[in-house]
Antibody, heavy 117, light 110 residues
């Protein structure tokens, strides 16, 4: 079964850091580009970042550029999102997603990040 | 990277058709045929129902269809069913390996 499971979310103070992980299974992880997408009740779905299959090309939304870093370990079938200098407006459910020809065809169930003092 | 504009809500009765618009710019929707639509039920992850503007993944009913004119994409759901009640989001490739989602539309089946 193709699936992805996010972990690493939690409560963090403003200015703090978190690293999210997304464990993939049931498909050849190294063959696919991957995304992080977040969702909060106010803004709906917001694209955060994308990485190509070998990790050499990474892109980010302007709102997270310079603070978040996407990476992957193809040997461990795992996608990561390092989040630094967290702000209250980073509070959201974070989903990882598999890219197949410019669409996200498989989504994880999400992990919740809350930034609050 | 401004969000694509969608109506906040639409509604229709069972059996009717509804159309949800998704307005972008010449840098995203207007420039690429990589518009996808996602259906999200409460508490669930999104699910792709339309990609490449008009294509449906296998298993998605043909009641769902997509189109595009200029910088506006549209999702039409015909023969509305109760299970279609959900949130719908469009998404477009925006160049240089970036993407942008729409603001989201809540569909109510009356």
């Amino acid at each position: 079964e193709v699936q992805m499971v996010e972990s690493g979310g939690g409560l963090v103070q403003p200015g703090g850091s978190l690293r999210l992980s997304c464990a993939a299974s049931g498909f050849t992880f190294s063959s696919y580009l991957m995304h992080w997408v977040r969702q909060d009740p106010e803004k709906g779905l917001v694209w955060v970042s994308r990485i190509n299959n070998d990790g050499s090309i990474k892109t980010y939304a302007d709102s997270v550029k310079g603070r978040f870093t996407i990476s992957r370990d193809n040997a461990k079938n795992t996608l990561y999102l390092q989040m630094n200098s967290l702000r209250a407006d980073d509070t959201a459910v974070y989903y990882c997603g598999r890219d197949f020809n410019y669409k996200i065809d498989v989504w994880g169930k999400g992990t919740t990040v809350t930034v609050s003092s | 990277q401004s969000a694509l504009t969608q109506p906040r809500s639409v509604s229709g009765s069972p059996g009717q058709s509804v159309t949800i618009s998704c307005t972008g710019t010449s840098s995203d929707v207007g420039d690429y045929d990589y518009v996808s639509w996602y259906q999200q039920h409460p508490g669930k992850a999104p699910k792709v129902i339309i990609y490449d503007v008009t294509k449906r993944p296998s298993g998605v009913p043909d009641r769902f269809s997509g189109s595009k004119s200029g910088s506006t994409a549209s999702l039409t759901i015909s023969g509305l069913q109760a299970e279609d009640e959900a949130d719908y989001y469009c998404c477009s490739y925006a160049g240089i390996y970036t993407f942008v989602f729409g603001t989201g539309t809540k569909l109510t089946v009356l």
